[in-house]
């Protein structure tokens, strides 16, 4: 061993962690996480441990046990350490050791990002500062790419926002409106962050979809106007018309009515998605008429089929955005080196109990299963999941409860905040118990309805989910095609397409 003398009475020296003494410590939980091994057994241990000189010339160390265990468990076997006289009492020892661990501040994510840009100023690409400091690759990218954005970084340093969050906020810092409530939402409720944020995806980009949408009406030179009204007299879908000589009009072939007097079109967003329709303005004007027997459906939505059209809607939507976030989890959680003590049971029950959902993830190939590894299975080959547990043993639990947790997942949709089963509820409660956050919909799974937000309160911050956030998208001017329990087309998928008239006769 080397010694270097720093005066009388403290001296450093490198010691084998294998030969010292460890102390009674205050630690009791040393938490050797992956990071931290292979942290030290790329750079060694870089702060010095505390010991004192003990019986047979080893190193009794004071503090520093987790460095000391960390280094054998990375095979490093030179410690720097700062040899000081024992301590006169074990009171002493414990305030040593309480104040080494207590009195350390530790770095924030903007000071953390900060340094790696340095370090990519300096030539280094994002997997090699990962590989050095033992991060991993997509948290670097994310740090870096929140120091180059002012919004960001002042998220960061200002609102204590983490770098994940910060990173959100690039997408929407074009509107300061949004980045506030984001903030917001991360202050308030930050275990809600990620569903919020999805949910403002995806109504970007169903705003995104009607822009594009107007916008190739406008080049055709197609009139767009406001989805008509249930009582507006004057407009009518264009097949529910018909000439002067009891033609029925139509929209597609030779004799289609675009372009002819007082043809519009019309978007909007319903349960069925975003849509487009075909009217005609003024069609009594154009010598055109409602069929007198058209069997077109009359009657005004009362307020009460109104709201819960609106719920319908808006709790679809809250669905499919929660769906993404669920599944991004899902594949995090299945990537940990840990997994929840009753996984296995979890899989065993599934494999027992719930035979169609597994069945039908069997017909599939597993194909969500191997989603959620990055995988996908190419006909006629070996799947993936037999190759991963042939290469990697120890990934057979994993495997298994992926399995288990794609059939139960695969099994859900639209429908199921609705009308959850014994199924349902038994699987969200299983994810919540593993550290899950429910979003306000998934939670009506579980019987747990959204507490009512103060009229007081700014609603950007963390709007519920039972709001629309879109002007007009709850159609309450539709007359009542259907009754609103009947309205479950929605778990089907979305997509534009030419609808029926929503108009009575006049």
Do not use: C
Request: aromatic content about 6%; overall charge negative; cysteine-free.
């Amino acid at each position: 061993m080397s010694n270097t003398e720093t005066g009388t009475s403290i001296r450093v020296q490198y010691v084998d962690p294998r030969e010292v003494v460890i102390k009674a410590n205050v630690r009791t939980d040393v938490n050797l996480t992956r990071e931290f091994v292979a942290s030290i057994k790329r750079h060694g241990v870089i702060v010095p441990v505390i010991g004192h000189p003990g019986e047979e010339g080893r190193v009794t160390v004071e503090e520093g046990q987790r460095r000391i265990l960390g280094a054998i468990e990375a095979e490093r076997f030179e410690v720097p350490a700062y040899i000081v006289p024992a301590s006169d009492t074990e009171a002493i020892r414990i305030i040593r050791q309480l104040i080494a661990n207590d009195q350390r501040a530790e770095l924030t994510d903007g000071e953390r990002a900060a340094a790696w840009k340095q370090l990519e100023l300096d030539g280094l690409s994002v997997t090699a500062i990962a590989r050095e400091l033992s991060e991993k690759p997509k948290r670097v990218k994310a740090g870096l790419a929140v120091v180059d954005s002012e919004v960001a970084t002042n998220a960061v340093a200002e609102h204590q926002l983490t770098l994940d969050q910060a990173l959100v906020l690039i997408e929407f810092e074009d509107d300061p409106k949004l980045v506030k409530a984001l903030q917001e939402t991360a202050r308030k409720n930050p275990d809600g962050f990620a569903h919020y944020a999805q949910r403002l995806r995806d109504q970007r980009d169903t705003e995104r979809q009607i822009a594009s949408l107007i916008e190739g009406f406008d080049k055709r030179g197609i009139r767009v106007i406001d989805w008509p009204s249930w009582d507006d007299k004057t407009v009518a879908a264009v097949e529910d018309l018909q000439d002067a000589d009891g033609k029925l009009l139509t929209i597609d072939g030779d004799d289609s009515y675009e372009g002819r007097p007082g043809h519009a079109v019309a978007v909007r967003e319903s349960w069925r998605g975003v849509e487009f329709g075909h009217f005609v303005t003024d069609f009594k004007t154009h010598g055109l008429r409602k069929p007198s027997a058209s069997g077109a459906p009359v009657g005004k939505w009362t307020d009460a089929e109104k709201a819960e059209r609106r719920t319908l809607i808006a709790n679809n939507k809250a669905w499919g955005s929660a769906e993404v976030v669920r599944r991004e989890w899902l594949a995090s959680f299945l990537s940990r080196r840990t997994l929840p003590k009753n996984a296995l049971s979890f899989a065993a029950r599934v494999l027992v109990e719930n035979t169609g959902q597994v069945r039908s993830a069997l017909d599939d190939h597993h194909g969500l299963a191997l989603e959620l590894f990055g995988y996908e299975y190419k006909w006629g080959t070996t799947n993936p999941l037999v190759t991963l547990i042939e290469h990697n043993p120890a990934k057979t639990t994993t495997v298994l409860l992926a399995v288990a947790v794609a059939a139960m997942e695969g099994n859900t949709s639209k429908s199921t905040w609705r009308s959850p089963d014994a199924d349902d509820v038994f699987y969200f409660t299983t994810l919540q118990g593993w550290g899950y956050t429910l979003s306000e919909v998934e939670n009506l799974v579980l019987g747990i309805t959204p507490i009512a937000v103060d009229a007081d309160e700014e609603p950007a911050q963390t709007p519920a989910e039972g709001e629309s956030g879109v002007e007009g998208e709850a159609d309450e001017s539709a007359t009542r095609e259907t009754e609103p329990e009947e309205v479950q087309a929605g778990d089907g998928p979305e997509q534009v397409e030419e609808t029926p008239s929503e108009f009575g006769d006049e």
